[in-house]
């Protein structure tokens, strides 16, 4: 009987572990395919919308990015959705914590799901798109820089789940205390970078990391 019960709670982590994995490498890959081409970022000079719609990378790329941004979405979900309930089943004595974790993975799913949808508004507009007369020139380079800010942008919620997924980490047991430390330094140094020097994109880049190191190690524990 024993057998038997704990061969299901062993699936489901494991499976919320590996939807972290599938986070970190579709979050990370996203990022590779901006809508604004090389061309845009070769110096710091104001340029006319013109420019940067005929910089734009091709429609294809744009909408694998978002592609990749969507499984991100869906993967995200399942591996905050696998924290908050091992978070409520192994620290119910810090029930403040436990609701912290929950709301910032909410807000995460909303925040990003916007950023992928941004994704897919600008590829409507890039040369050669099937939409492309739907969008003036300014609207296709509005469109793609906006794509490309937000949709990194959004994953500020992220450093709300990987701070309360930290704390109860040290605190608890719901990941081992190593992986509640690199938590803890990933969403500081983004929330400096944000704060300090305007980088909020900087979490679109510690999220993929904490979500690879939390997915392995929840893996790890069940293998």
Excluded at 110 to 135: E, N
Excluded at 141 to 150: G, K, R
């Amino acid at each position: 009987m024993t057998s038997t019960l704990a061969a299901p709670a062993t699936a489901r982590t494991t499976g919320w572990g590996w939807a972290g994995i599938v986070a970190a490498l579709t979050a990370g890959g996203a990022t590779a395919f901006l809508a604004q081409g090389p061309g845009t970022f070769t110096d710091q000079e104001v340029k006319p919308g013109a420019f940067i719609v005929e910089n734009m990378n091709p429609e294809l790329l744009i909408r694998l990015g978002a592609g990749l941004g969507l499984v991100a979405v869906i993967a995200t979900t399942l591996f905050t959705l696998g924290l908050c309930r091992r978070a409520a089943a192994t620290a119910s004595a810090r029930p403040g914590w436990v609701e912290a974790l929950r709301w910032s993975s909410i807000a995460l799913l909303a925040t990003t799901t916007v950023g992928v949808l941004m994704r897919y508004v600008a590829a409507g507009g890039a040369p050669g798109a099937m939409d492309q007369s739907m969008y003036t020139t300014e609207a296709s380079a509005t469109a793609a820089v906006l794509a490309d800010q937000i949709s990194t942008g959004t994953y500020l919620p992220a450093l709300g789940v990987m701070a309360a997924a930290g704390v109860l980490s040290l605190r608890g047991a719901l990941l081992p205390k190593a992986v509640g430390i690199v938590g803890l330094v990933l969403a500081g140094a983004s929330l400096v970078a944000t704060l300090a020097i305007g980088l909020p994109y900087s979490s679109a880049l510690v999220f993929p990391l904490f979500a690879l190191v939390a997915g392995i190690a929840a893996v790890a524990r069940r293998a």
